[in-house]
């Protein structure tokens, strides 16, 4: 890494949890994750979701023909589990190379999971496949019982779920989505290395604070939810630890102003606009940027097994306005940190 107070050069990153959609809104967010982003872990929570091997080819195909003409960026597919997932099916797409993941949504614990697992042992065939062949298991981990409180959901997906999982499966690759608590980063330091996390700007920048303090702000809504401020500390100094096991991935999820500022809001933060000059934020803030290297370009394609990036980019020290409402190919959407100043920027 180059580092001068004036700008930072790091080899080029990439996103390992990203929302894209389909259609026109997917044309008009693709450019901002291409300009910064080299690949991405394409989310497969589409309606219909990405089962099949067939689904994601078609899937893949959309999005490199939605590119801009000049613009790069390598799109790597997952596949959608389901109560129905057939292990023959993963491990063929796996294999050809189209499948790079599996994705776990217990179902109805977030937008688009209506057709998720609905108990981890109906699947435990599949999995046995995928700790066999080494295809990662990429996780959102919210138990979905009403008796857990939205804010304990993570923690106790850990004791229900997870703990049980890897010690039957231990040696099991796993990436725990967008983490969001201490418990979280406990014990991803705590599991071996075939554990990872990813870490999302917003929950390092916010607390649940954001979401309820002088009226109820839905553009600082996801899930998992943004917790206590003890919990966003423990995902500050996770991230800017040089600990290979947590990486980036944005999970930046476009959902129009309409379906967001309404009396049953959409989870998700559209962050992709700004999402490195986001994260080097933070980087900087915890005395840290020499790290956002490993985490933004180097911890993500080693858990992954993939190359590094060649190539670089350059973010310079440039104070700028996040714009309040962004067009999004004819979908205004609200971006993170709309009407901020960022410290940073993309060259
Ligand atoms: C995501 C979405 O909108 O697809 N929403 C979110 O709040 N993160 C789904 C998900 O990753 O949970
Ligand atoms: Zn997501």
Same mark, same amino acid.
């Given at each position: ?38 690949? *991405? #872990?394409? $989310? /497969?929570? =589409?309606?219909?979701?990405? !089962?099949?091997?067939? +689904? ?75 700790? *066999? #062949?080494? $295809? /990662?298991? =990429?996780?959102?981990?919210? !138990?979905?019982?009403? +008796? ?200």
């Amino acid at each position: 890494m180059a580092d001068s107070s004036a700008s930072i050069t790091i080899r080029r990153p990439d996103d390992w949890h990203l929302h894209l959609r389909d259609g026109a809104v997917m044309q008009g967010v693709l450019p901002f994750t291409a300009r910064q982003f080299a690949r *991405a #872990i394409v $989310m /497969p929570n =589409l309606s219909p979701p990405i !089962v099949r091997v067939v +689904d994601a080819l078609a899937y893949r195909g959309r999005i490199v023909a939605a590119l801009p003409e000049g613009v790069e960026l390598t799109p790597l597919m997952t596949a959608y589990l389901t109560d129905h997932s057939d292990a023959d099916e993963l491990a063929a797409g796996f294999a050809d190379g189209v499948f790079t993941a599996a994705k776990l949504y217990p179902a109805h614990a977030t937008t688009g999971s209506a057709h998720g697992v609905t108990d981890i042992r109906a699947i435990y065939p599949v999995l046995e496949r995928m700790q *066999a #062949i080494g $295809m /990662p298991l =990429l996780v959102h981990g919210e !138990v979905t019982q009403p +008796d857990i409180d939205i804010f304990d959901r993570e923690a106790v997906f850990i004791e229900r779920i997870l703990r049980p999982l890897l010690s039957d499966l231990p040696g099991l690759k796993l990436v725990f989505e967008h983490i969001t608590t201490a418990e979280a980063v406990a014990f991803v330091d705590g599991a071996g290395a075939n554990v990872a996390a990813t870490i999302t700007p917003q929950h390092l920048h916010i607390n649940r604070n954001a979401m309820l303090v002088g009226g109820i702000r839905p553009h600082a809504y996801c899930l998992p939810v943004a917790k206590r401020e003890k919990h966003r500390l423990a995902l500050r100094k996770a991230a800017t630890s040089g600990s290979d096991r947590y990486f980036l991935g944005t999970d930046s999820a476009p959902h129009a102003v309409s379906a967001k500022e309404s009396a049953c809001g959409c989870a998700g933060i559209f962050n992709a606009p700004f999402a490195l000059e986001s994260y080097a934020a933070v980087f900087e803030e915890e005395g840290a940027l020499d790290r956002l290297e490993g985490f933004a370009s180097e911890h993500g394609p080693r858990f992954y097994g993939l190359p590094l990036n060649p190539g670089t980019i350059t973010l310079e020290r440039s104070d700028h306005d996040v714009p309040a409402v962004i067009d999004a190919n004819g979908t205004p959407i609200v971006p993170f940190h709309a009407g901020e100043t960022l410290r940073w920027r993309l060259r």
